[in-house]
């Protein structure tokens, strides 16, 4: 009984642990919490631009319009840089090196002149489009590690599930097993002991019925010989009976 009990403690507790793990999972899930959808770990990449159609006398649009789309890449970058370890260093290295080209494109644009314009124009377009793709490689980096992140975690706490519904299944089966050859071992004992009992009895019928044989025998012995006694005694008053008459006759 004590040991049921102790059992039971732990059925209990393991339960508990079950239902912790099984919560957690559905948090890791979107079962009861929020989850960080793919559209709020996700980065905002501006379109491919292309200047080309700035003339010389736009200079001042285009310089505004490329510095502002520049504050905007690195306000997305900076956001990229926020995430830690779920953005990729290297991609992100390479992602500076296209902002910087990118900066220094857009400073040739205010030192351009009508000669040199079109140049100018077509290494802020390059310049921004590197950019632009740079960032959106690392937007996929950070996405896919969230993902992994996500995946593992998950994995994780399914296999804490596993683990412990298997040890609660082998702790079950182990009080199974041992009940089992508990009720073994007392049947067991139970037939032994009638077989003693039931040797025991037959030993002591046998040997009662020795002995009542053994009386019988006697008695029958001392009866015979009794009869012998009494046959004899008659003959004897026979012969003296006859005896006596023989002599009165004579």
Not at 102 to 127: C, Q
Not at 156 to 170: F, G, R
Not at 221 to 230: C, D, L, Q, W, Y
Request: with cysteine; proline share 0%.
């Amino acid at each position: 009984m004590k040991k049921l009990r102790n059992l039971s403690k732990v059925l209990a507790v393991v339960a508990i642990a079950l239902l912790t793990i099984t919560s957690c999972n559905k948090t890791k899930k979107g079962g009861e919490q929020p989850v960080t959808t793919t559209e709020e770990n996700s980065v905002q990449v501006k379109a491919s631009e292309d200047f080309s159609n700035y003339t010389f006398e736009q200079k001042d649009e285009l310089l505004k319009k490329a510095t502002d789309k520049l504050n905007d890449l690195n306000t997305q970058i900076a956001d990229l840089e926020s995430k830690g370890e779920e953005a990729s260093s290297d991609l992100l290295n390479t992602l500076k090196s296209s902002r910087e080209n990118l900066t220094k494109s857009i400073e040739t644009i205010n030192s351009a002149t009508a000669d040199t314009w079109n140049d100018a124009k077509t290494s802020v377009s390059n310049s921004y489009n590197s950019v632009v793709n740079g960032l959106d490689n690392a937007k996929t980096g950070v996405l896919d590690n969230v993902q992994n992140a996500q995946e593992n975690a998950t994995q994780k706490v399914e296999n804490s599930v596993n683990d412990a519904k298997e040890n609660l299944t082998n702790k079950v089966n182990d009080v199974k097993e041992g009940a089992v050859n508990k009720v073994n071992n007392v049947k067991e004992g139970a037939i032994n002991k009638i077989n003693d009992v039931k040797g025991s009895v037959t030993d002591k019928v046998a040997e009662k019925t020795n002995q009542v044989k053994d009386v019988a025998n006697q008695t029958k012995e001392k009866a015979t010989a009794k009869k012998e006694e009494v046959k004899k005694a008659g003959e004897n008053v026979k012969n003296s009976v006859k005896g006596m008459k023989n002599a009165l006759t004579n």
